[in-house]
């Protein structure tokens, strides 16, 4: 699935032709604005590949050396004879589960990576057989990010390949005393928290924008996304309440943070998806509420 599985198989058709590929298995994501669901089946096709999709699958798959997990988000069947290799958008054992790009864009991480590792019962607990980091500068938005690990997926898919034709597999188990766990997003994580600092709240508007929904705020009975953010200098403000619209620029809302300030930069109506600037009312207080 996503970009980054798209990457691997252009990767594989490109350096060995079709003929290593025996089937591939995809699915939409609703999740998401962009999945790529049609290029990875047109490509496929295209390849002369059998494809079939994850909710209508044969009793049977044919047998294979290795499967190859690249996106996935769902439990594979266990079989010695067949090795899962999983990849992972995170320099493990770091930032074990979900979202681990997303959450650590959000915490600043000063840099991404991505590890190849066999398939065990508990999640990304498997022994590592390969590992790229990827050096990132901030500010940095999810997109650019994705883009960033992209290249390693396709490397490490390669080398994994090749040492699996040399019989060469040397994993390594990893160090539980390094492990971390990244949780599970879903629509209440996109809520920006205007109680924390304007830096903080940019990294989250940017780590969770495009090719996902957006970072999500209510103000007026309305429901916004806000697709970027700009920090300014802060300034004294002697009843500072986080949220609240300080100053207008151009029609752009300078929004009070727990401490900074956030001019924002796009905002847009969840419904219609039509831009919600100039904002109309000075007087705004953006609250997180509920989705």
Known sequence: M????????????????????AYLVTTADHNVRKDHHEELVATARNAGLQVFERKNLPAQLPVVAAR???GWRWLLPEDEHQPIVVFHDSLLPRYRGFAPLVNALINAEPKLGVTALLGAKGYDTGPILAQETVPITYPLRI????EAVQPSYAKLALAVYRDLLKDAWRPRVQDETLASYSLWRDETDYLINWQQDAATIRRHIDATGDPYRGAATNARGRRLRVLAATELPDVRIENRTPGKILF???GKPVVVCQSGLLR?????????????????HLRTRFDAGSL
């Open 143 to 146: 997109a650019k990010a994705i």
């Open 68 to 70: 190859f997990a690249v």
């Open 2 to 21: 996503s970009s980054r599985g798209l990457a691997v198989l252009d990767a594989f058709l490109r350096e060995h032709g079709p003929g290593v590929i």
């Open 248 to 250: 207008m620029d151009s």
């Open 264 to 280: 924002l930069e796009e905002l847009v109506d969840d419904v219609s998806g039509i831009s919600a600037l100039p904002w109309p």
